[in-house]
């Protein structure tokens, strides 16, 4: 929750440096249920035939869409660059099959060390590898 509230607070419109993986998938898990609380609202609204509900719903809904469009663009436009690709790489996505490549790319490690976006956001003090004792 606290990586989801940080890309709203602190790297709303930041389309600059890198992305890890962890912020990547962690801001995408709590915009999900984010989403599944709004649809669930309006759901039950539309089923109880409640036209304050459904309208509560339908608006949560909106908020969150409207509200978390930015900030999803730019942690997508970070996470590529830390694979070292080009934000505009993200409109591949638009494409049927062909924006596969982006999730995979989105799944992927990014570069180690410095790339031609920024510092390697993991800071040369994890460990690169599961099992290893060496640090990057």
């Not at 929750?1 to 709203?8: A, G, P, Q, S």
């Not at 608006?59 to 660059?81: C, D, E, K, Q």
């Not at 494409?95 to 999730?103: N, S, T």
């Not at 799944?107 to 690169?128: L, M, Q, R, V, Y």
């Amino acid at each position: 929750m606290e990586i989801f509230l940080d890309v709203l607070k602190n790297k709303y419109a930041d389309f600059e440096g890198r992305a890890r993986r962890k912020e990547y998938w962690t801001y995408v898990l709590f915009l999900l249920l984010a989403f599944l609380l709004a649809y669930f609202i309006l759901l039950i609204g539309i089923a109880l035939e409640s036209t304050i509900i459904g309208g509560l719903g339908g608006i949560l809904v909106g908020v969150v869409g409207l509200g978390t469009f930015i900030p999803s663009l730019a942690v997508a436009v970070r996470r590529l660059h830390d694979t070292n690709r080009s934000g505009w790489f993200y409109l591949l996505g638009i494409i049927p099959l062909v924006g596969l490549i982006v999730l995979v790319w989105f799944c992927t490690e990014g570069t180690k060390g410095a790339n031609d976006f920024g510092p390697d956001p993991k800071g040369g003090n994890e460990i690169s590898e599961i099992g290893s004792d060496d640090l990057v």
